[in-house]
């Protein structure tokens, strides 16, 4: 029997909860037309046999097993069942290729990988030459795998069926390996996709996962009647958490959804409780909800945006308990029964009690827009490095540019160069096999550089900057923030992504990439006709639009007395789209400034030496390997700078 | 090859005055993939309408798995194991993918119409478990996004996988395509191709199939006949054939 | 607007195969059984009940009956009439014949003898297709309405040649007879429809249901699925005609108390037929609709004069409703031939995605 | 009672010749008249697919204009040519406020549409002449009221003069439409329409002219069956119902065949009027009100596409 003080393992957790919450859902999964769904004793029967299996072909205390694919259940399982037996599982971006791939299992020395189907399958196959720690493939789903007869490759299901003809016999040696494990013991390790550089294993050990996810779990008040839609990347220390260690320390269910393009419909049907996006998620669903709305009749459209207004003017006031006149209440209710119900229905936010977003920051008028409608969408400020919270906002405490204040148990620091710091029980133990990074990243003391510039403003409420290393400098000496300029563009629905130049340059230049979705639908309405995204991009009202969206972004940055000389002088509109194939975005879709300017140089110059246009020629990536290149003439436009510029002329 | 699992001998099939099919006979091995080719107006859909007993053919005989006949209802033929597809999809256009693949079940579904008229007990497990089977289908042909849309309204590469879909539930030992990939693009094609290799080698069903495109024809199948105006031309590997020169005066029209 | 389906997640397939899988659904359906057997009774007059509810539920039985056979299953007919008639005159016989009997179990059998006689006329479909059909089944109307004239044991040879209700009690109270309660009569027809038609809704989406609907799609497709086409067909006629019989004894026993053959003529196929269609092929919730518009809406007609304070004779108002009925049926052919339920699952789409325009 | 249904009547048929001579002329004015009103379905069917129910009541609603002016003071004459008048105006708008819509709709749609038009029809007319029964104006047209008996095999056969009219008109009805067809330009074109409608439409014709004119020619048809139905009988809506009996006659013939029109008219007309006579007793007589599609039921089981029709082999 174990009791609480002994929590310190997920499968001592599962164990618990298997008692505890035997009959309550613990996982669902869309598949075969219904939401199939395992209680918690049922999910330990499964994980039993399975880890069973796994022990019978090899599997021993201290092993590395990498885990491919999207989410599911079976994935899910194979971190408990590995980890009961003392294992180390290692998940990785589904989407990697197999180089990427490759990397991490060497370096990682993993002995199995379990993945999800024949397309991980044979990416595994493909590089298993180079990879002489790797012994066993385990397979979940078996389509297209009937005729493949490697000796090593084993279906989960054969091996779920080994381990149950071993009980009961060996149910009590599993259980004994379980209560072997500690807390301080290993429990999995991240690969972060960095920025630059080739990934780190960032070792995390089971308490500070299960302190982590504790804390979290109180500060939101989850308990097991929450149900969360697993829908973000395994390898990502955010669905570490939130679908998998909060989970099992709440109780929660964690819901897969049917497949990669089926998420959005999936959400609606489950309405989780709780819900995690990036920004670029919560923007997408904005746009879409616009663009749909643009085909409604004229009158619905006129009653929505009056609602909306409605909204944006008392929404987050009632959100936050802040007195709302009488009438001003009954109209939101109205809104609420003719918009707001309707539309969080339509994006299955519902039950929606935590939202939250990090990662990048938001646009206000999106977060706005979210907390309007009645939703509790707050922000929180996270690092594979910390278990994920550094910072988060309390009930009651958003605001749109800030991250929060310091999670429990966690402290905050800022350097003397601007850099934050922080320190908490969720600080990782170390980077795998890189000490020398370990030691730059984590001091003796326990501090955790960001790698953020950021200060604590007058509420105590942290606001973050920009990377501290990304924060430039113009030539003439003002300061020179790319991503702010870079979130203030993306703010607009058209702009998909934005790139800043400016550090050591004379003036601060920028490079666009349109929204395909948005401008698409743009573009029909106004029946402009073009062939293909190039074309569609370099239009010249296309063009003029960004232009539009290029002074706005000027006017706001001429207000705020720190970044008016980060004012854009020049744009451009890229001729193709920023791609993670590509290496131009990482896997979390960050943009890669290096590479990028590697990249881009002759466009990069053309904004700087006065050309209105520019032929190019850029390598791309397919999906499937295949390399080819797109030629364009991308035109280059100036844009009209405001305040300290014109006044400087004035002088002149 | 093995076993024989299908065998026409010296079929006649004559509409009034014009003949159809003329002294046609091959074999249908089974577990192979056999493509029948030709011309247009070679005889190859009535083949397959005489197979599945939408013709009845005035002379020759079918054996199909030893058992010989030459007058069968399609729904006997059904019964007996053969499914098939149409080169215009024939789908129930009104019904969802779900139902129309549910449809393919019918023969598997004998519940009485008491316990029909109550949705009760056996009938409801019975459509429970159908229900199932055919989800399976729907997984394996990738298509539950369509799970629930009426057919009518689906393009037409994903309505042939309806139709495909829907001749797979009746679980059936000879599966007959008729063009299975006419009207396709590039892509379509290689998954129809993928899907027809699929079940070829995951079931075990034996493929009957007509193409037009040759370079379907010799990736997938294992052996050719060849029908030019109602006559056999050709029979063997695909290799073979296509180096056959009756074949090849065939299909490029040389006067007989 | 009102559909918040987030969160209604089915985890069975039973729960996903239910007939009403939307929880709002559910409750919508609830409340309209709620209204029509609490509520109207409470509120409705006798003669709301006696010239409005009754025959509004018995012909939409009757449209059930025939958006079975021609909605479902495609094979039009136009015999209607005489199978609500086959229905009303087994009713009399059995009825007369056991009297002591409760007349709910003569007229859930007398639907049988409508679904033999249906069968037998429905015997040519295996042959004929479409309007053909249609005609064949100009036979059955023809035939059985002069057998209902001619064979005098059918109406137990009475002077008058038609038949009555027979008077008669359950737990007694009178269900049927002049003395019976219009509130009482109401409620068993409600109950038979209402259970009738819960009946036919099992029926169509099982098995059987889905043999119809393939053969109406595609008969040599179905028949390729292995459903032999007479099974489906006749077993469509079957049912059909039993619900249209036990619709004709109801309005015998329950509405009009008396009949003479001429009340099951062309003129009752014909308007159980605009009720399938204008209500619209292959839908329960539309037939239902249809027995609204089509039997409804000359009522209306007919009292626009009186509420307009016109003096109109009896006759011409009668001629204008005929010819604005006639008028308004070919403008809805045009407008919707898909008929009100089409509207409605428009209707019903448009609140499912509200406040977008599609889904 | 086998005898009575094989053998009595047949002995009666060659015991009185004359009776059977005398049910088989009715009969055939009978069928004469059931052939005109399947002509009109056949060509509408034939020009546009549409299955017109409504062909009855437009023979009723024909009769019931001519009538309906003469009483109400317009010469016989006049009242013919305006009759005329309307059912131009009646098929043109039909066309334009209903076929047109409707183009490409399903059978069951369209056959929906014409049975609405049919309760619009006798509503408008039921609104304009009311309801009530009327009497043909039969020799204010010069129509001939007399009769004839002929003495043959020890007995008589009478012949009223109205039915040789009627059977005389029918034939030059008849003819005329034939030569209709054949000769004129319009004729051909209609008779294009029924083979191809593409083809029709490339040769430069408009389909919706044709279906006007078809439809005309049909009312002048349901004009001419009107007063001869009237002057049999009287000009009364129960007419709309037996008219129905011409649908029967359709299986028979067919649904495209003018000939198979005539002859099927014929074959119902004597064979229902025969039944009746001489078999009709021994079911309680009446027997006319079915006879008709009981007949062509069990024909169609046996000859699905008509007499005249071509066998049709289903493509798969």
């Given at each position: 029997m174990t009791t609480t003080s002994d929590l310190d393992t997920f499968p001592k957790y599962l164990l618990r909860n298997a008692k505890t919450f035997a009959e309550r859902p613990a996982m669902r999964h869309k598949d075969m037309g219904i939401w199939q769904t395992w209680t918690w004793s049922q999910m330990l029967d499964e994980v039993r046999d399975y880890s069973l299996g796994l022990q019978a072909i090899g599997m021993k205390r201290g092993d590395k097993v990498a885990v491919v694919g999207e989410n599911r259940p079976v994935l899910y399982w194979t971190f408990l069942a590995v980890q009961a037996l003392g294992g180390v599982p290692i998940p990785i971006y589904a989407d990697s290729v197999a180089d990427e791939m490759a990397y991490v299992l060497d370096h990682a020395e993993v002995r199995f990988a379990v993945v999800q189907d024949q397309e991980q399958v044979d990416k595994v196959l493909s590089i298993k030459d180079r990879l002489p720690s790797l012994e066993t493939i385990v397979y979940d789903w078996e389509r297209g795998l009937g005729?493949?007869?490697?000796?090593?490759l084993h279906h989960y299901k054969d091996l779920q069926e080994k381990g149950s003809a071993l009980l009961p016999g060996a149910e009590q040696g599993w259980m004994d390996g379980i209560a072997?494990?500690?807390?301080?013991?290993?429990?999995v390790m991240l690969y972060t996709s960095g920025t630059t550089g080739k990934p780190k294993g960032v070792m995390l050990s089971y308490d500070n996962l299960v302190i982590s996810a504790k804390n979290a779990n109180t500060f939101d008040n989850f308990d097991e009647t929450d149900e969360i839609i697993a829908y973000l990347p395994l390898a990502w220390v955010g669905d570490h958490i939130f679908s998998y260690a909060q989970s099992l320390t709440a109780g929660y269910c964690v819901c897969c959804p049917e497949s990669v393009g089926t998420v959005t419909e999936n959400r609606r049907e489950i309405a989780p409780t709780y819900f995690f996006a990036p920004p670029r998620v919560f923007e997408g669903l904005l746009t879409d909800i616009m663009v749909r709305m643009e085909d409604a009749s004229a009158l619905k459209q006129k009653m929505f945006h009056y609602f909306l207004g409605v909204a944006s003017k008392t929404g987050e006031k009632i959100l936050n308990g802040e007195s709302v006149g009488l009438m001003d209440r009954l109209l939101y209710k109205l809104g609420d029964v003719l918009v707001y119900g309707p539309l969080k229905n339509r994006l299955g936010m519902t039950r929606m009690k935590v939202g939250y977003t990090a990662g990048e920051a938001i646009g206000p008028e999106i977060f706005r827009f979210y907390r309007s409608l009645g939703l509790n969408l707050k922000q929180l400020y996270g690092q594979t490095e910390a278990c994920v919270y550094i910072t988060a906002q309390p009930d009651g405490e958003i605001s749109a540019d800030t991250v929060g204040t310091p999670s429990p148990d966690v402290e905050i620091d800022i350097a003397d160069n601007g850099e934050v710091l922080y320190r908490s029980p969720g600080v990782f133990m170390g980077y795998y096999k890189n000490d020398d990074a370990t030691r730059e990243t984590k001091t003796k003391e326990g501090w955790v550089h960001t790698g953020d510039a950021g200060f604590i403003d007058g509420d105590g409420h942290l606001r973050i900057i920009d990377r501290a290393k990304d924060v430039g400098k113009l030539n003439d000496g003002s300061m020179f923030p790319p991503k702010y300029i870079e979130n203030k563009l993306k703010f607009f629905p058209n702009i998909k992504e934005a790139v800043a130049i400016g550090d050591e340059r004379d003036f601060a230049a920028v490079m666009l990439n349109i929204d395909l979705q948005s401008v698409a639908n743009w573009a029909e309405r106004n029946n402009i006709v073009y062939g293909s995204y190039q074309e569609l991009a370099q239009h010249p009202l296309v063009i003029a639009m960004m232009a539009e969206h290029v002074d706005q972004v000027n006017r706001d940055l001429s207000e705020e007395e720190r970044v008016a000389?980060?004012?854009?002088h020049r744009f451009l509109v890229l001729h193709k789209e920023l791609d993670a194939d590509d290496g131009e975005l990482t896997r979390t879709m960050k943009v890669r400034r290096s590479l990028i300017n590697e990249r881009y140089e002759p466009l990069i110059e053309a904004l700087y030496d006065g050309s209105t246009e520019k032929f190019v020629e850029t390598e791309v990536t397919f999906e499937d390997g295949r390399k080819g290149t797109i030629k364009a003439t991308v035109k280059i436009e100036d844009s009209k700078v405001y305040g300290r510029e014109a006044v400087r002329e004035a002088a002149e | 090859m093995s076993e024989e699992l299908l065998n026409v001998q010296n079929v006649t099939l004559r509409f009034g005055g014009v003949t159809a099919i003329e002294d046609i006979s091959f074999d249908i091995q089974k577990g192979e993939i056999r493509a029948i080719i030709g011309p247009n107006g070679a005889g190859k859909t009535s083949m397959l309408n005489v197979i599945n007993g939408f013709y009845h053919p005035q002379e020759g005989t079918i054996t199909f798995r030893g058992e010989t006949r030459r007058k069968m209802k399609p729904y006997e033929a059904a019964a007996s194991g053969i499914a098939r597809t149409f080169q215009n999809v024939a789908l129930f256009k009104n019904m969802s993918t779900l139902d129309n693949i549910m449809s393919g079940r019918s023969l598997k579904m004998n519940r009485g119409f008491i316990s029909q008229m109550f949705y009760y007990g056996p009938a409801r497990e019975e459509e429970i478990a159908q229900r199932k089977k055919v989800e399976e289908i729907i997984d394996f042909l990738e298509i539950p996004h369509i799970r629930r849309q009426p057919v009518g309204k689906l393009p037409y590469g994903l309505q042939k996988r309806v139709e495909l879909g829907r001749a797979l539930a009746l679980e059936p030992d000879l599966l007959l395509l008729d063009e299975p990939m006419a009207g396709m693009n590039l892509e379509e094609k290689e998954d129809m191709s993928r899907f027809i290799l699929d079940v070829n080698q995951q079931f075990g069903t034996t493929i009957a199939l007509i193409e037009h495109d040759m370079g379907v024809v010799m990736d997938l199948a294992d052996r050719v006949v060849v029908l030019d105006y109602g006559k056999k031309i050709g029979d063997g590997l695909p290799a073979e054939v296509q180096a056959d020169q009756a074949v090849i005066d065939a299909y490029l029209g040389v006067p007989h | 607007m009102f559909y918040r389906e987030a969160g209604q997640f089915k985890t069975s397939y039973k729960s996903d195969q239910a007939?009403?899988?939307i929880l709002q659904d559910r409750i919508g359906l609830g409340l309209i059984v709620a209204i029509a057997l609490i509520g109207i009774p409470f509120i409705a007059t006798d003669g709301f009940l006696n010239s409005i509810m009754i025959p509004f539920l018995i012909l939409a039985l009757a449209a059930i009956g025939l958006n079975i056979l021609t909605g479902y299953c495609g094979q039009l007919s136009l015999g209607t009439g005489a199978f609500m008639g086959v229905g009303a005159y087994s009713c009399y016989k059995l009825a007369t014949i056991?009297?002591?009997?409760?007349i709910l179990v003569h007229i859930l059998l007398s639907g049988f003898f409508a679904a033999a006689a249906g069968v037998i006329f429905g015997l040519p479909s295996l042959r004929i297709k479409g309007l053909y059909l249609a005609i064949t089944t100009l036979a059955a109307q023809f035939f059985l309405e002069w057998m209902f004239v001619r064979w005098g044991w059918l109406f137990n040879y009475n002077e008058s040649g038609a038949i009555q209700n027979v008077p008669q009690k359950l737990f007694g109270v009178q269900i049927t007879g002049a003395a019976a309660d219009p509130v009482t009569r109401y409620l068993v027809v409600l109950s038979i429809v209402v259970f009738l038609t819960w009946i036919a809704s099992n029926i169509i989406r099982g098995r059987i249901g889905r043999s119809w609907m393939m053969i109406r799609d595609m008969d040599i497709a179905a028949e390729l699925m292995g459903i032999k086409p007479l099974n489906a067909k006749l077993s469509a006629f079957a049912v059909s005609s039993y619900f249209c019989g036990v619709a004709g004894a109801l309005m015998v026993f329950?509405?009009?108390?008396s009949a003479e053959a001429d009340v099951f003529n062309i003129n009752l196929s014909f308007q159980v037929l605009f009720m399938v269609i204008i209500g619209g092929m292959g839908s329960l919730i539309g037939s239902f609709m249809g027995a609204a518009f089509i039997f409804v809406l000359p009522v209306v007609i007919r009292t626009i004069p009186r509420v307009l304070g016109l003096d109109i004779g009896g006759a011409t108002v009668e001629h204008v409703s005929t010819m604005a009925i006639g008028a308004l049926i070919v403008l809805f052919l045009i407008v919707e031939p898909h008929g009100l339920a089409r509207l409605w699952q428009i209707g019903k789409e448009k609140l499912r995605n509200w406040p977008f325009p599609y889904g | 009672m086998l005898s009575e249904i094989f053998v009595e009547p047949f002995v009666l048929m060659a015991d009185i010749p004359d009776l059977l001579l005398q049910t088989i002329w009715e009969g055939f004015v009978a069928g004469t008249l059931y052939a005109l009103i399947a002509l009109g379905f056949v060509l509408i069917f034939k020009a546009s697919g549409v299955f017109n129910f409504a062909q009855g009541i437009m023979v009723v609603f024909a009769a019931l204009t001519l009538v309906g002016l003469y009483a109400n003071g317009v010469p016989a004459w006049l009242a013919l040519i305006i009759t005329i008048g309307v059912m131009a105006i009646l098929a043109i708008s039909i066309e334009r406020v209903v076929l047109r819509p409707l183009v490409g709709q399903n059978e069951a749609i369209l056959l929906m549409a014409t049975i609405g038009l049919s309760l619009f029809v006798r509503g408008v007319g039921e609104t304009l002449f009311g309801g009530e029964t009327k009497t043909m104006i039969t020799s204010e047209l010069g129509l001939p009221t007399g009769i004839t008996d002929w003495n043959v095999f020890d007995g008589r056969v009478t012949f009223q003069h109205i039915d040789i009219a009627a059977v005389v008109i029918a034939v030059l009805m008849v003819a005329g439409l034939a030569v209709f067809f054949s000769k004129t330009r319009i004729g051909r074109a209609l008779r294009a329409v029924a083979d191809d409608h593409q083809a029709a439409l490339s040769v430069g014709i408009s389909l919706h002219q044709i279906w006007a004119i078809v439809w005309f020619a049909s009312g002048v048809v349901a004009l001419v069956t009107g007063i001869m139905w009237g002057a049999r009988s009287d000009v009364s809506f129960a007419l709309e119902v037996i008219a129905l009996k011409a649908l029967a006659v359709l299986i028979l013939g067919g649904f495209t065949s003018i000939p198979g029109a005539i002859v099927g008219g014929l074959i119902i007309g004597i064979g229902e009027k025969l039944f009746e006579v001489y078999w009709g007793g021994l079911l309680g007589g009446g027997t006319e009100a079915w006879f008709a599609y009981v007949l062509a039921l069990i024909f169609l089981l046996f000859r699905p596409q008509g007499l005249f029709g071509e066998r049709i082999i289903e493509r798969v």
């Amino acid at each position: 029997m174990t009791t609480t003080s002994d929590l310190d393992t997920f499968p001592k957790y599962l164990l618990r909860n298997a008692k505890t919450f035997a009959e309550r859902p613990a996982m669902r999964h869309k598949d075969m037309g219904i939401w199939q769904t395992w209680t918690w004793s049922q999910m330990l029967d499964e994980v039993r046999d399975y880890s069973l299996g796994l022990q019978a072909i090899g599997m021993k205390r201290g092993d590395k097993v990498a885990v491919v694919g999207e989410n599911r259940p079976v994935l899910y399982w194979t971190f408990l069942a590995v980890q009961a037996l003392g294992g180390v599982p290692i998940p990785i971006y589904a989407d990697s290729v197999a180089d990427e791939m490759a990397y991490v299992l060497d370096h990682a020395e993993v002995r199995f990988a379990v993945v999800q189907d024949q397309e991980q399958v044979d990416k595994v196959l493909s590089i298993k030459d180079r990879l002489p720690s790797l012994e066993t493939i385990v397979y979940d789903w078996e389509r297209g795998l009937g005729d493949y007869d490697e000796p090593f490759l084993h279906h989960y299901k054969d091996l779920q069926e080994k381990g149950s003809a071993l009980l009961p016999g060996a149910e009590q040696g599993w259980m004994d390996g379980i209560a072997k494990s500690k807390g301080e013991d290993l429990a999995v390790m991240l690969y972060t996709s960095g920025t630059t550089g080739k990934p780190k294993g960032v070792m995390l050990s089971y308490d500070n996962l299960v302190i982590s996810a504790k804390n979290a779990n109180t500060f939101d008040n989850f308990d097991e009647t929450d149900e969360i839609i697993a829908y973000l990347p395994l390898a990502w220390v955010g669905d570490h958490i939130f679908s998998y260690a909060q989970s099992l320390t709440a109780g929660y269910c964690v819901c897969c959804p049917e497949s990669v393009g089926t998420v959005t419909e999936n959400r609606r049907e489950i309405a989780p409780t709780y819900f995690f996006a990036p920004p670029r998620v919560f923007e997408g669903l904005l746009t879409d909800i616009m663009v749909r709305m643009e085909d409604a009749s004229a009158l619905k459209q006129k009653m929505f945006h009056y609602f909306l207004g409605v909204a944006s003017k008392t929404g987050e006031k009632i959100l936050n308990g802040e007195s709302v006149g009488l009438m001003d209440r009954l109209l939101y209710k109205l809104g609420d029964v003719l918009v707001y119900g309707p539309l969080k229905n339509r994006l299955g936010m519902t039950r929606m009690k935590v939202g939250y977003t990090a990662g990048e920051a938001i646009g206000p008028e999106i977060f706005r827009f979210y907390r309007s409608l009645g939703l509790n969408l707050k922000q929180l400020y996270g690092q594979t490095e910390a278990c994920v919270y550094i910072t988060a906002q309390p009930d009651g405490e958003i605001s749109a540019d800030t991250v929060g204040t310091p999670s429990p148990d966690v402290e905050i620091d800022i350097a003397d160069n601007g850099e934050v710091l922080y320190r908490s029980p969720g600080v990782f133990m170390g980077y795998y096999k890189n000490d020398d990074a370990t030691r730059e990243t984590k001091t003796k003391e326990g501090w955790v550089h960001t790698g953020d510039a950021g200060f604590i403003d007058g509420d105590g409420h942290l606001r973050i900057i920009d990377r501290a290393k990304d924060v430039g400098k113009l030539n003439d000496g003002s300061m020179f923030p790319p991503k702010y300029i870079e979130n203030k563009l993306k703010f607009f629905p058209n702009i998909k992504e934005a790139v800043a130049i400016g550090d050591e340059r004379d003036f601060a230049a920028v490079m666009l990439n349109i929204d395909l979705q948005s401008v698409a639908n743009w573009a029909e309405r106004n029946n402009i006709v073009y062939g293909s995204y190039q074309e569609l991009a370099q239009h010249p009202l296309v063009i003029a639009m960004m232009a539009e969206h290029v002074d706005q972004v000027n006017r706001d940055l001429s207000e705020e007395e720190r970044v008016a000389g980060a004012q854009i002088h020049r744009f451009l509109v890229l001729h193709k789209e920023l791609d993670a194939d590509d290496g131009e975005l990482t896997r979390t879709m960050k943009v890669r400034r290096s590479l990028i300017n590697e990249r881009y140089e002759p466009l990069i110059e053309a904004l700087y030496d006065g050309s209105t246009e520019k032929f190019v020629e850029t390598e791309v990536t397919f999906e499937d390997g295949r390399k080819g290149t797109i030629k364009a003439t991308v035109k280059i436009e100036d844009s009209k700078v405001y305040g300290r510029e014109a006044v400087r002329e004035a002088a002149e | 090859m093995s076993e024989e699992l299908l065998n026409v001998q010296n079929v006649t099939l004559r509409f009034g005055g014009v003949t159809a099919i003329e002294d046609i006979s091959f074999d249908i091995q089974k577990g192979e993939i056999r493509a029948i080719i030709g011309p247009n107006g070679a005889g190859k859909t009535s083949m397959l309408n005489v197979i599945n007993g939408f013709y009845h053919p005035q002379e020759g005989t079918i054996t199909f798995r030893g058992e010989t006949r030459r007058k069968m209802k399609p729904y006997e033929a059904a019964a007996s194991g053969i499914a098939r597809t149409f080169q215009n999809v024939a789908l129930f256009k009104n019904m969802s993918t779900l139902d129309n693949i549910m449809s393919g079940r019918s023969l598997k579904m004998n519940r009485g119409f008491i316990s029909q008229m109550f949705y009760y007990g056996p009938a409801r497990e019975e459509e429970i478990a159908q229900r199932k089977k055919v989800e399976e289908i729907i997984d394996f042909l990738e298509i539950p996004h369509i799970r629930r849309q009426p057919v009518g309204k689906l393009p037409y590469g994903l309505q042939k996988r309806v139709e495909l879909g829907r001749a797979l539930a009746l679980e059936p030992d000879l599966l007959l395509l008729d063009e299975p990939m006419a009207g396709m693009n590039l892509e379509e094609k290689e998954d129809m191709s993928r899907f027809i290799l699929d079940v070829n080698q995951q079931f075990g069903t034996t493929i009957a199939l007509i193409e037009h495109d040759m370079g379907v024809v010799m990736d997938l199948a294992d052996r050719v006949v060849v029908l030019d105006y109602g006559k056999k031309i050709g029979d063997g590997l695909p290799a073979e054939v296509q180096a056959d020169q009756a074949v090849i005066d065939a299909y490029l029209g040389v006067p007989h | 607007m009102f559909y918040r389906e987030a969160g209604q997640f089915k985890t069975s397939y039973k729960s996903d195969q239910a007939i009403f899988p939307i929880l709002q659904d559910r409750i919508g359906l609830g409340l309209i059984v709620a209204i029509a057997l609490i509520g109207i009774p409470f509120i409705a007059t006798d003669g709301f009940l006696n010239s409005i509810m009754i025959p509004f539920l018995i012909l939409a039985l009757a449209a059930i009956g025939l958006n079975i056979l021609t909605g479902y299953c495609g094979q039009l007919s136009l015999g209607t009439g005489a199978f609500m008639g086959v229905g009303a005159y087994s009713c009399y016989k059995l009825a007369t014949i056991f009297p002591d009997v409760t007349i709910l179990v003569h007229i859930l059998l007398s639907g049988f003898f409508a679904a033999a006689a249906g069968v037998i006329f429905g015997l040519p479909s295996l042959r004929i297709k479409g309007l053909y059909l249609a005609i064949t089944t100009l036979a059955a109307q023809f035939f059985l309405e002069w057998m209902f004239v001619r064979w005098g044991w059918l109406f137990n040879y009475n002077e008058s040649g038609a038949i009555q209700n027979v008077p008669q009690k359950l737990f007694g109270v009178q269900i049927t007879g002049a003395a019976a309660d219009p509130v009482t009569r109401y409620l068993v027809v409600l109950s038979i429809v209402v259970f009738l038609t819960w009946i036919a809704s099992n029926i169509i989406r099982g098995r059987i249901g889905r043999s119809w609907m393939m053969i109406r799609d595609m008969d040599i497709a179905a028949e390729l699925m292995g459903i032999k086409p007479l099974n489906a067909k006749l077993s469509a006629f079957a049912v059909s005609s039993y619900f249209c019989g036990v619709a004709g004894a109801l309005m015998v026993f329950f509405w009009l108390g008396s009949a003479e053959a001429d009340v099951f003529n062309i003129n009752l196929s014909f308007q159980v037929l605009f009720m399938v269609i204008i209500g619209g092929m292959g839908s329960l919730i539309g037939s239902f609709m249809g027995a609204a518009f089509i039997f409804v809406l000359p009522v209306v007609i007919r009292t626009i004069p009186r509420v307009l304070g016109l003096d109109i004779g009896g006759a011409t108002v009668e001629h204008v409703s005929t010819m604005a009925i006639g008028a308004l049926i070919v403008l809805f052919l045009i407008v919707e031939p898909h008929g009100l339920a089409r509207l409605w699952q428009i209707g019903k789409e448009k609140l499912r995605n509200w406040p977008f325009p599609y889904g | 009672m086998l005898s009575e249904i094989f053998v009595e009547p047949f002995v009666l048929m060659a015991d009185i010749p004359d009776l059977l001579l005398q049910t088989i002329w009715e009969g055939f004015v009978a069928g004469t008249l059931y052939a005109l009103i399947a002509l009109g379905f056949v060509l509408i069917f034939k020009a546009s697919g549409v299955f017109n129910f409504a062909q009855g009541i437009m023979v009723v609603f024909a009769a019931l204009t001519l009538v309906g002016l003469y009483a109400n003071g317009v010469p016989a004459w006049l009242a013919l040519i305006i009759t005329i008048g309307v059912m131009a105006i009646l098929a043109i708008s039909i066309e334009r406020v209903v076929l047109r819509p409707l183009v490409g709709q399903n059978e069951a749609i369209l056959l929906m549409a014409t049975i609405g038009l049919s309760l619009f029809v006798r509503g408008v007319g039921e609104t304009l002449f009311g309801g009530e029964t009327k009497t043909m104006i039969t020799s204010e047209l010069g129509l001939p009221t007399g009769i004839t008996d002929w003495n043959v095999f020890d007995g008589r056969v009478t012949f009223q003069h109205i039915d040789i009219a009627a059977v005389v008109i029918a034939v030059l009805m008849v003819a005329g439409l034939a030569v209709f067809f054949s000769k004129t330009r319009i004729g051909r074109a209609l008779r294009a329409v029924a083979d191809d409608h593409q083809a029709a439409l490339s040769v430069g014709i408009s389909l919706h002219q044709i279906w006007a004119i078809v439809w005309f020619a049909s009312g002048v048809v349901a004009l001419v069956t009107g007063i001869m139905w009237g002057a049999r009988s009287d000009v009364s809506f129960a007419l709309e119902v037996i008219a129905l009996k011409a649908l029967a006659v359709l299986i028979l013939g067919g649904f495209t065949s003018i000939p198979g029109a005539i002859v099927g008219g014929l074959i119902i007309g004597i064979g229902e009027k025969l039944f009746e006579v001489y078999w009709g007793g021994l079911l309680g007589g009446g027997t006319e009100a079915w006879f008709a599609y009981v007949l062509a039921l069990i024909f169609l089981l046996f000859r699905p596409q008509g007499l005249f029709g071509e066998r049709i082999i289903e493509r798969v």
